[in-house]
């Protein structure tokens, strides 16, 4: 059996925006890696915007001193069962900028 991920992950939880063009989303990142994140939206937006490939940027801050904004590609949306109420996206990350982050060092 083949393991699916291949970087460890942690369970963050951390609230964030995510930005494609002129759609903001309120999301909570899930768990992040060091190539990849996932994280959960509720709102009534539809996501036809965020179909697998689309570029987009996620923006938190893992510190009051610290604002990240990642550039991220859509792998998967995922609809959460049986409600639809929400969705979760699953993306990689392009150019990680960990090395430069006091956060993540």
């Known amino acids: 059996m083949s393991r699916r991920r291949q970087h460890n992950r942690i369970i963050v939880g951390q609230k964030a ?6 759609i ?14 996932s994280v959960s939206t509720y709102s009534s937006k539809p996501l036809t915007e965020f179909g697998p490939e689309t570029l987009l940027t996620l923006s ?7 604002t990240l904004n990642l550039q991220c590609k859509v792998k998967w949306v995922a ?16 150019n990680p900028p960990w090395e430069q982050s006091k956060s993540f060092l």
């Open 24 to 37: 903001t989303l309120e999301v909570v990142i899930d768990d992040l890696s060091e190539n990849g994140v």
């Open 79 to 94: 609809k959460f069962q049986p409600h639809g109420s929400g969705s979760r996206i699953g993306m990689e990350i392009l």
């Open 60 to 66: 938190f801050q893992p510190t009051a001193e610290e």
């Open 17 to 22: 925006l995510l930005i494609a063009r002129d």
